[in-house]
């Protein structure tokens, strides 16, 4: 397995913005000793839809915001290839969400480890070994 680590959207935001006290130490301890840290374009997308519909607040304009939240942290935006796509609609019908679906397959294809407190992604039997638990 890859030593990089996949972050779920609300790791990415929360880890970027200093937000340590949401997230459990363990997944902060993993990312901080990570060779390579990365994020889905998708998570551009949602975080984008989140700010754009007033659930999300930002001390930058979204664009600004993302070019600090990639290059200012070493965040690498991971490629959405076809063999992606393909896993992400192969995935269990577990977690309706587009998005999740894209950023654990992301994950597979790319055999990494995941950072997320989702509650559904532990019932993905894909992710036995990939997900960062305590």
Do not use: K
Not at 13 to 29: D, K
Not at 57 to 74: C, M, T, V, Y
Request: proline fraction near 7%; charged fraction near 20%; hydrophobic fraction near 50%.
């Amino acid at each position: 397995m890859s030593a990089m680590i996949v972050l779920d959207s609300h790791i990415w935001f929360w880890w970027v913005n200093g937000e340590n006290r949401r997230l459990p130490s363990f997944i902060l301890a993993e990312i901080e000793a990570a060779p390579r840290v990365g994020v889905s374009p998708v998570s551009c997308f949602e975080l984008a839809l989140a700010h754009q519909r007033g659930r999300l607040e930002l001390s930058l304009p979204i664009r600004d915001w993302f070019a600090l939240a990639l290059a200012g942290s070493d965040v690498e935006l991971l490629p959405l290839t076809p063999l992606i796509s393909a896993r992400a609609v192969e995935l269990p019908d577990i977690h309706r969400d587009p998005f999740d679906r894209i950023i654990i397959a992301t994950a597979i294809e790319m055999e990494a480890r995941i950072a997320s407190v989702d509650g559904y992604f532990p019932r993905y039997p894909e992710l036995d070994g990939r997900l960062i638990t305590s």
